[in-house]
């Protein structure tokens, strides 16, 4: 059997990279195999590539959403050296620094990407892709009907989302959708990254924040501000929170948004993963008051 380092030499091999001496895996990723690559008389390269299935167009949409976050929102990513159905070559880079000084450094970059990238619709021009399952981006000029039917109602017909949540926890959830309006503010669309947890902030080779995995769409800003904020962010990530909320004006009730926001990732993470790393618990607590009416 081809182990996960030779299937990567394999696939760039067929994309035509012909220089590469040795792979060596990379960890951090859940969803795909990925290594880095060293080259003769070039710099070694980040791969990713799906061992189990086609990729049909995640990489090319992957890809698409680097530019989007470089070119639109001035955020920095990794450079995109080849992308088709098969894999993704990117420029190598490094991990972020353990500093609240580059926190604080990311917080201004995520405050400039949102509130330079106002868009008067919520979706993009395509689907794409979070992990392994479509993320659906159908135009609306309803924030709170497109977040409903597209980021939280769409999983329900998963199977392991299925198996995970019961009669309850799925009215419960409807419910939740339909007081949408009552329960988050009403707030423009923007640029977001769609996959913003800590692993997806690394830096470039001069220090700087740098985004990786995208999963872009013009919503709500605090899509991402969830996803850091439940993700287990370290202890001197502190000061990101502080300054982003200043930058953009938040108000002081965000934190109590989070659990809501943030049900859109945990459903994504039960329909794909069979450790959901407590993604159902935290569904369902979020759910709880929501399972009888009121």
């Given at each position: 059997?081809?182990?996960?380092?030779?299937?990567?030499?394999?696939?760039?091999?067929?994309?035509?990279?012909?220089?590469?001496?040795?792979?060596?895996?990379?960890t951090?990723?859940?969803?795909?195999?990925?290594?880095?690559?060293?080259?003769?008389?070039?710099?070694?390269?980040?791969?990713?590539?799906?061992?189990?299935?086609?990729a049909?167009?995640?990489?090319?949409?992957?890809?698409?959403?680097?530019?989007?976050?470089?070119?639109?929102?001035?955020?920095a990513?990794?450079?995109?050296?080849?992308?088709?159905r098969e894999?993704?070559?990117?420029?190598?880079?490094?991990?972020?620094?353990?500093?609240?000084?580059?926190?604080?450094?990311?917080?201004?970059?995520?405050?400039?990407?949102?509130?330079?990238?106002?868009?008067?619709?919520?979706?993009?021009?395509?689907?794409?892709?979070?992990?392994?399952?479509?993320?659906?981006?159908?135009?609306?000029?309803?924030?709170?009907?497109?977040?409903?039917?597209?980021?939280?109602?769409?999983?329900?017909?998963?199977?392991?989302?299925?198996?995970?949540?019961?009669?309850?926890?799925?009215?419960?959830?409807?419910?939740?959708c339909?007081r949408?309006?009552?329960?988050?503010?009403?707030r423009p669309?923007?640029?977001?990254?769609g996959?913003?947890?800590?692993?997806?902030?690394?830096?470039?080779?001069?220090?700087?924040?740098?985004l990786?995995?995208?999963?872009?769409?013009?919503?709500?800003?605090e899509?991402?501000?969830?996803?850091?904020?439940?993700?287990?962010?370290?202890?001197?990530?502190?000061?990101?929170?502080?300054?982003?909320?200043?930058?953009?004006?938040?108000?002081?009730?965000?934190r109590?948004r989070?659990?809501?926001?943030?049900?859109?990732?945990?459903l994504?993470?039960?329909?794909?993963f069979?450790?959901?790393?407590g993604?159902?618990?935290?569904?369902r607590?979020?759910?709880?008051?929501?399972?009888?009416?009121?």
């Open positions: 059997m081809t182990g996960p380092t030779t299937f990567l030499q394999e696939c760039l091999l067929r994309a035509g990279m012909r220089d590469v001496v040795t792979v060596e895996p990379a951090g990723g859940l969803a795909s195999l990925a290594g880095i690559a060293t080259r003769h008389d070039a710099p070694p390269v980040f791969v990713k590539a799906f061992a189990d299935a086609p049909d167009d995640v990489f090319l949409a992957e890809a698409e959403g680097l530019a989007a976050l470089r070119k639109l929102g001035g955020v990513t990794p450079e995109v050296i080849l992308a088709d894999l993704i070559v990117l420029s190598v880079l490094r991990p972020r620094p353990r500093s609240e000084a580059f926190w604080e450094r990311f917080a201004h970059a995520l405050a400039r990407l949102h509130t330079s990238t106002t868009h008067p619709r919520f979706g993009w021009h395509r689907d794409n892709w979070l992990g392994r399952r479509r993320q659906v981006n159908t135009w609306d000029d309803d924030g709170f009907a497109f977040f409903a039917r597209h980021r939280l109602l769409r999983w329900l017909g998963e199977p392991r989302v299925e198996a995970a949540l019961d009669a309850g926890d799925r009215a419960a959830l409807e419910r939740l339909d949408l309006p009552d329960l988050l503010p009403d669309a923007c640029l977001t990254h996959d913003l947890w800590a692993q997806n902030v690394l830096a470039t080779p001069d220090g700087q924040p740098a990786i995995d995208p999963a872009v769409s013009y919503t709500w800003a899509v991402d501000l969830a996803h850091v904020w439940s993700t287990s962010p370290p202890s001197e990530a502190q000061r990101f929170f502080e300054v982003y909320a200043e930058l953009t004006c938040l108000d002081r009730d965000w109590a989070m659990p809501i926001i943030q049900l859109r990732q945990h994504a993470v039960l329909a794909q069979d450790d959901d790393w993604a159902g618990d935290q569904v607590a979020t759910l709880a008051p929501f399972r009888t009416r009121t």
